[in-house]
Nanobody, 121 residues
């Protein structure tokens, strides 16, 4: 019932910008950390950015200064604004959340289905 739905991934030219969004839905009582991971072909999944419930953020060194993560708590949505995109940013981007379901006391790790971002000329 609880799920993360991502959108915004597409083909973009180097130097371009893209904004990803991820909306959490279902019987959710609270969301702690939300974030974005990515996995390029032949590589392991890596953390891109995370944002806490208090809006503190952390970024991978490879995207710091270019990407911005934000969240809308009312809409239970996390965003990733990606600027100055490089070919090496090409990957499947996955939304991630640590959340608690209604009626549950334990926080769970929930993943989105992934959205493809391709940076190419």
């Amino acid at each position: 019932q609880v799920q993360l739905v991502e959108s915004g991934g597409e083909l973009v030219q180097p130097g371009g910008s893209l904004r990803l969004s991820c909306a959490a839905s279902g019987s959710i009582s609270s969301i702690n950390v939300m974030g974005w991971y990515r996995q390029a072909p032949g590589k392991q999944r890596e953390l891109v950015a995370i944002i806490s419930s208090m809006d503190s953020t952390n970024y991978s060194d490879s995207v710091k200064g270019r990407f911005t993560i934000s969240r809308d708590n009312a809409k239970k949505t996390v965003f990733l604004q990606m600027n100055s995109l490089k070919p090496e940013d090409t990957a499947v981007y996955y939304c991630y959340a640590v959340l608690r379901r209604v009626g549950n006391s334990v926080y769970e790790n929930v993943w989105g289905q992934g959205t493809q971002v391709t940076v190419s000329s």
